[in-house]
């Protein structure tokens, strides 16, 4: 990989993600990776807490340079931030926190991660698109393609979440089965259907998927989901939520640095790690 040598020493600059649980997580090998490839003098944990107060806390009094947060932390450590950016204010989600001279600042990077991965296969602007879901990420992704030009309907499995979420965003909103029968240029899942227990299941049929042109899943274990592989089936373009899980990575590598993320580098990291995993 041709990587650079990093000593850890008495200015090595520490990261880290905050979360419960966080031992699956992906992102110290590409942090980690990154720092090594460009030689900068850092090192990326993964914290086990759900303490946000105490968190940050740590952050100021040890310096700490910056955090990924991951569930459960990502609304409950917006209260904590000296700057949470308009991102942050309008998903109402923080997942990358940046400690400059004391001052913590928040932005949310999940949005990113998606409208670029999707910009990667098509342009978006003026597109149609569905999103399964309306939690946490569903409001990232959302935010992300109407700041793009994008008309949303969402399709949920409790309607009048839908509902909530579409009033706020501007979108329209329908009960999940909904997107069985209507047509879109992109579909998005953000439902955990097809991980975990979940596994092997779709939240949409063989046949519904022949109605898109595109079609994303964001979970990303396994990395080929039912969705997707109905979508490969059908001859449709398929993206993965490693894409998603890459790029945001790349995102809140360059917040911190200020620095373009090494994509390749971190890219390799994450598939080594995928294919290593043992559960
Ligand atoms: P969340 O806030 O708990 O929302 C889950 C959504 O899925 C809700 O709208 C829920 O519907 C729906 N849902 C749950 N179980 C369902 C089922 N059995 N059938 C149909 N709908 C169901 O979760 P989240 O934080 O948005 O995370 C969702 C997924 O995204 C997770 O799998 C997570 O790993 C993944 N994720 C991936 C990335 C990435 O970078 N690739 C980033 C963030 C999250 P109700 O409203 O009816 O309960």
Request: glycine share 10%; charged share 20%.
């Amino acid at each position: 990989m041709n990587e650079q040598t990093v000593t850890i020493d008495a200015a090595t600059c520490l990261y880290g993600i905050i979360g419960r649980p966080v031992r699956h997580s992906l992102s110290p090998v590409m942090h980690n990776a990154a720092f090594c490839r460009l030689g900068i003098n850092g090192v990326y944990l993964a914290f086990d807490t759900d303490d946000t107060a105490r968190a940050c806390m740590s952050m100021r009094c040890l310096g700490i340079k910056g955090y990924s947060v991951t569930i459960p932390n990502k609304e409950r450590i917006i209260s904590e931030l000296d700057e949470p950016d308009e991102t942050v204010l309008r998903i109402g989600a923080c997942n990358t926190v940046k400690n400059s001279a004391g001052r913590l600042f928040g932005t949310n990077t999940d949005w990113i991660g998606a409208v670029k991965a999707i910009e990667k296969k098509m342009d978006i602007a003026g597109k149609t698109a569905v999103i399964l879901g309306a939690g946490g990420s569903a409001r990232a992704v959302i935010y992300g393609l109407k700041k793009s030009g994008v008309d949303v309907t969402i399709c949920n499995r409790t309607v009048e979440k839908a509902e909530k979420l579409a009033k706020e965003f501007n979108c329209k909103a329908a009960g999940i089965g909904h997107a069985e029968k209507i047509r879109a240029d992109i579909l998005i899942n953000t439902t955990p259907v097809g991980m975990g227990s979940l596994s092997g299941t779709s939240p949409v049929s063989g046949q519904g998927v022949m109605n898109y042109g595109l079609v994303m899943d964001i979970v990303y274990s396994p990395p080929v989901t039912r969705l997707l592989q109905y979508a490969m089936n059908a001859g449709r373009a398929a993206i993965n939520g490693l894409e998603m899980l890459l790029v945001q990575a790349m995102a809140q590598f360059e917040y911190w640095t200020g620095r373009p993320a090494p994509e390749e580098t971190m890219k390799k990291a994450l598939e080594y790690a995928i294919s290593h995993e043992t559960h």
